[in-house]
């Protein structure tokens, strides 16, 4: 008889379960837009609209802060690794990172008489987009802080009192957040983090800051956390230039990762495209890789049984050739991992998900390549991002998820 494993029942059912109220659309937006209100950019700590700034991280309640020095919401030291490179564990307040992530918090907003909060975000010229009660609260991309400083306010106005409380996700790039503000006769709180669905991304400038989409929050690992969880706990790691081989003076993926990755709590999903920078790679060398870094992974404590999705490497734009011998290695790495007993290690191939000539010479308008691809032929639009993700979320609810 065949002994059910009830950790990894728990998680399927789970996955599935957030897979299905995600739906498989992205968030809209609210009926009648919110307008925040941006302080000026300053250099230091921004005037504040309140005396005591809440600091919030996700699931967690620091202490009020009245001393107006900046907190963290987690790490933000740099850490010197082999060869000298400097690898951010999370976003300083001060924007200076090594690692330009997007950053996600999270928290209940029970609105008094005054139902307004305030966000302290240290940038310059940040774009901040805003989710309430799961719908965002303007146009993404479209709210950015003016540019001359490095740190700045946002003023939220949800209007009015009420009786059960906003459930707020802030989804941002550039810095980290160092409060939560709001007058006493509301309040903040943590949203719990139980059955929350925890979503790591990793990548190259794809899932990174250099994603060619407006900016990196509409990159393809959020709108692939939305749709596979309408409330997910999301973390997006990238470097431009990098890969499993590929490095641009930086790491590889398995260099960074004990740097990154493995310092962060284990999640529900990875998910870690091969990269497009490894499209000419040798392709024993490829497979040797993708394999150590897997092997890696699973030594990481509470790694062991981590859903790990590898999408194969997408082509370049304009005609160019599928890295058919590159896909097959990272495939091959798969296949040898799961035949020693690594079943929950997942190969998702895209071959098919591009198609037409792209940008290159002219709009032919023979396939999907004429608005997948930005003017660079290495970058998607964000029409593009918006659809590689919702091919892949796609791929992950019916090839994924029924055999985990």
């Known amino acids: 008889m065949v002994e059910l494993d009830s950790t990894r029942f728990a998680l399927r059912e789970k ?16 009926a009648s837009p919110l307008t925040p209100t941006f302080g000026a950019n300053v250099s230091g700590n921004p005037a504040s609209t309140y005396n005591s700034v809440r600091q919030i991280a996700t699931g967690v309640r620091t202490a009020a802060d009245t001393s107006g020095a900046p907190i963290l919401i987690s790490g933000g030291a740099l850490v010197t690794a082999s060869g000298g490179v400097g690898v951010s564990v999370r976003n300083s307040w001060t924007g200076a990172s090594f690692r330009a992530d ?141 890969g499993d081989i590929a490095t641009n003076g930086n790491f590889n993926f398995g260099q960074r990762h004990p740097y990154d990755v493995f310092l962060r709590p284990a999640p529900d999903i990875y998910v870690r495209p091969a990269s497009t920078n490894d499209g000419s790679a040798n392709a024993a060398a490829l497979q040797a890789a993708v394999t150590a870094d897997i092997v890696a992974t699973r030594a990481v404590a509470g790694w062991s049984k981590v859903p790990i999705v590898i999408p194969g490497i997408q082509q370049y734009a304009g005609g160019g050739s599928y890295p058919t011998a590159q896909n097959a290695a990272v495939l091959a790495a798969v296949t040898a991992l799961r035949a020693a007993g690594d079943t929950n290690v997942f190969f998702v191939d895209p071959s098919t998900w591009i198609t037409g000539t792209g940008k290159t010479t ?15 032929n290495n970058h ?8 590689w993700a919702s091919r892949l979320a796609q791929a992950i609810k019916t090839q994924v998820y029924p055999i985990i």
Request: charge should be negative; avoid cysteine.
């Open 102 to 242: 997007l950053l996600t918090a999270d928290f209940l907003f029970m609105a008094g008489a005054d139902g307004k909060f305030e966000l302290h975000i240290p940038s310059n010229g940040q774009a901040v987009d805003l989710l309430v009660d799961g719908v965002y609260a303007w146009a993404r991309g479209s709210k950015t802080a003016t540019t001359g400083g490095n740190s700045h306010t946002m003023l939220v106005d949800l209007g009015a009192a009420r009786d059960y409380p906003y459930t707020i996700r802030v989804e941002t790039t550039g810095g980290s957040f160092y409060g939560v503000g709001a007058r006493p006769e509301n309040a903040i709180l943590p949203v719990p983090t139980h059955d929350r669905l925890r979503i790591y991304t990793e990548g190259d400038s794809w899932a990174g800051p250099g994603t060619a989409a407006t900016w990196a929050g509409m990159a393809w690992p959020t709108n692939l956390a939305h749709l596979l969880s309408p409330a997910p706990i999301h973390e997006q790691f990238g470097i431009g230039g990098t």
């Open 380 to 387: 998607p639009t964000n029409r593009g991002h918006a659809y």
């Open 15 to 30: 996955l599935r379960r957030h897979a299905n109220l995600a739906g498989n659309t992205l968030p809209g937006v609210m």
């Open 362 to 376: 002219s709009l032919t308008a023979d396939g999907i390549g004429d608005w997948f691809w930005n003017g660079s």
